[in-house]
DNA sequence: CTTTTACTTTAGACGCATCTAATCCGTGGT
DNA sequence: ACCACGGATTAGATGCGTCTAAAGTAAAAG
């Protein structure tokens, strides 16, 4: 059995190999998880010694196939939570982070089945973010862009945005900048000032770099046309 | 802030005072929780020292106002989430006990507004116990007998089951014993075996003591009419 | 009134997850 | 090559929740 705590530490790992690349660097999971480097490591050496994760000391670590699975078995009950808050309960976008990451830990196989279920088994969460299927093979992502990197006439489609933090989420449902939405680049500023033409003839909207750095996007679905509309 | 553990000890004291009527003995708490009594009296001391029961030595415990607040809020989302599994996700009764235990620490205040909400704010849950309030008044519960206290020719309404064992739930439901059902009993054997007249005309079914032991009745609706209950 | 018995509490230990303080690599700068 | 510095690890302590074994208490039985 695993706790919850480690069930946490794997997720971390797994969100940082995918922002990173392996191998994570112990003070890049402390950070993650608001914990000390001296914890990690030794949280890290449990993580070990039960084959979830390889480590080569004062170098890194990176997930075995075991521990990616289990990082996959609770990212999709975080996100098919997700899903659920929004379309059963009436949560915002920027609510239900924190919820789901209170009961990824909690529910049961059946709760998952059921929830997908009554979902239509989805495969993006309301952030965009893919739903590990329940096979728990990895969800691929290749394809995708950081809005950060992107260049003035780009036009795009929003793929994902991070839901790590309310008020950015706030901000940007404000803002119409969420996933499925076109947008073109239309200015980037010093500092990496995003500024983007929301929606077909929508509104413009300049983004600071902290918040595009955390926009995934994707090409337009007909790279032949002018402008097209989102999946 | 309180830990789940605790959570889980004070909720074990308020049913087997509701139960019992205090005090509660260390013992019977560490059965009921599956803990020793060493364990009991340790966590009962902190309990105490945090002003959540009050204590004899070798006497008992008996839970303070602070203490039942605590536990009816536990209660309530216990109950809250039973019926929404039943009721939005297709659990049957003798599924949603370890699921609603597994969950109920773990749900936000917000969680448990929007889910009393999509249920219409319900007052009881699908094992007929009454739901605390949002305001965490006590439920009144008086009015109802236990079933293995009643006598031959008492016709009554079931009121409550126990939602503790599912093989019991899953025999009663097979029984047709629910809440809300009419039922006469018509013999009582030795060593407590209760057998009732199930609906209005329909079958008959034997329960043993240890059952009938954890159901709750009361009088039918229209007090005037063939035989009334006892206290 | 004494003894037995059942139950409760104390004593002492353990594993987990965490911290602070101290020590230990490894690498980039000189 | 050397050394300094940033990041990683070890050392050691703490609080929680749990256990087993030993000691204590209260109430029933004689």
Redesign the pocket.
Known sequence: ML????E??LKAIYTLQMEQGPPV????I?EY??????????????LEDRGLVD?E????VELTTEGETVALEVLRHHRLLEAYLTEHLDYSWSEVHDEADALEHHISEEFEKRVAAALGEPEVDPHGDPIPSADLTPPDSSGLSVLSDCEVGDHLVVARVSDRDPAELEYLSEAGVTPGTTIEVTDIAPFGMVTVRVGDGGREQSLPESVARTIRVRPPDEPDSEEVSPA
Do not use: E, Q
Request: glycine fraction near 10%.
């Open positions: 706790s919850d705590v480690m946490d530490y660097s112990t003070s890049d402390a998880l608001g914990k000390t480097p001296p914890t990690v490591t030794s949280m890290v050496g449990k480590r000391k004062y170098k890194g």
